[in-house]
């Protein structure tokens, strides 16, 4: 891409017009994504009681903002510390973005949105691969963990037990120092003024875990009152399907956050452990409770973000757009 297209590129992700306009359009098909579940909604007022959907709703919200916090923790090692509401306004209006189709919108989103933070926008791609691929091995390691520990005989499942953890050794901080550099430079955008750290890593990947262990936790909340025997197997099955499923998710680009595929990985994994319509119904609920926690981070970014631009406006100006 030649520098005058790039920049011609930027300036139109810069424009309010198309910002806004973004915004609506993902918005709107996040809303689109719950109004299309209202007949599951109905079966779940009926057959869930209130407290489990309470439950399942806190520890939904629980795991998006140990997402964040991780994504917030490597954004911080390559050089940008960013304070709690910058950091709900530029990962909760970005993650919007992802129902969109294409896989990209929120990255993007993402770079532009830490753009007016004074976060350079390599570094916000480099931060959100970052975040994404800690999130992909941390959801193989304890997807493949926990399923083995739900599981009788480990059977098909001894060697991802053994192996998952092996994958652990992509987030080494040689490894992943490297691969940033030579995607940034594939991109032809600036090497990072920063490489990360062990110490960077280590506190991602401990919020990333953490917050597998909520999603897990909100899964076990409504398929136990949906009539799921309560052991700590059971538990290890939600907690590495959902983790697994959200991994299989996440490799269908072609659909919004993983529609369809996260619910298919669910159903296969979870049939045995409840009736096929409980268990159906679990995950369609899943989904709608996790969408209503991507619309709540997204106005709550809003809402910082419309602060920080009255106070913007009364502050000294003179900051530079960041290239």
């Not at 989103?109 to 992909?136: C, K």
């Not at 750290?197 to 409504?222: E, K, N, P, Q």
Request: charged share 10%; net charge positive.
């Amino acid at each position: 891409m030649s520098a005058g297209l790039s920049a011609r590129l930027v300036a139109v992700t810069r424009s309010p017009v198309v910002r806004l306009g973004f915004l609506v359009l993902a918005v709107g098909l996040a809303v689109v994504a719950v109004v299309s579940a209202r007949d599951e909604l109905a079966d779940a007022v009926v057959a869930l009681s209130p407290g489990a959907l309470v439950a399942a709703l806190v520890l939904g919200a629980g795991y998006v903002w140990f997402t964040l916090l991780a994504w917030r923790a490597v954004l911080a090692d390559l050089g940008s510390t960013l304070s709690l509401g910058t950091s709900t306004t530029v990962f909760g209006l970005g993650q919007i973005g992802k129902y969109v189709p294409g896989g990209v919108w929120n990255v993007v989103a993402a770079a532009e949105l830490g753009a007016d933070h004074q976060v350079p926008r390599s570094r916000s791609l480099a931060a959100m691969a970052v975040a994404t691929l800690v999130g992909l091995v941390s959801g193989c390691v304890i997807g493949a963990v926990a399923l083995a520990a739900s599981a009788d005989d480990l059977g098909s499942w001894r060697w991802a037990a053994w192996a998952a953890p092996l994958t652990v050794l992509l987030l080494a901080p040689q490894v992943l120092n490297r691969v940033v550099a030579f995607v940034l430079r594939l991109a032809r955008r600036p090497a990072p003024e920063h490489e990360l750290t062990a110490r960077g890593m280590l506190v991602a990947v401990g919020w990333s875990l953490a917050g597998w262990v909520l999603a897990g936790l909100h899964l076990v909340v409504l398929a136990a009152d949906l009539g799921m025997e309560l052991s700590w197997r059971t538990v290890a099955l939600c907690v590495g399907g959902y983790a697994a499923a959200w991994v299989a998710g996440f490799l269908v680009i072609v659909v919004p956050a993983g529609a369809g595929a996260r619910e298919a990985a669910l159903l296969l994994l979870l049939a045995g452990s409840l009736t096929h319509g409980a268990v159906l119904l679990t995950v369609l609920v899943s989904r709608v409770l996790l969408t209503l926690v991507d619309l709540a981070f997204a106005g709550a970014g809003y809402v910082a973000l419309r602060q920080w631009r009255r106070g913007s406006r009364l502050a000294p100006q003179g900051n530079e757009p960041v290239p």
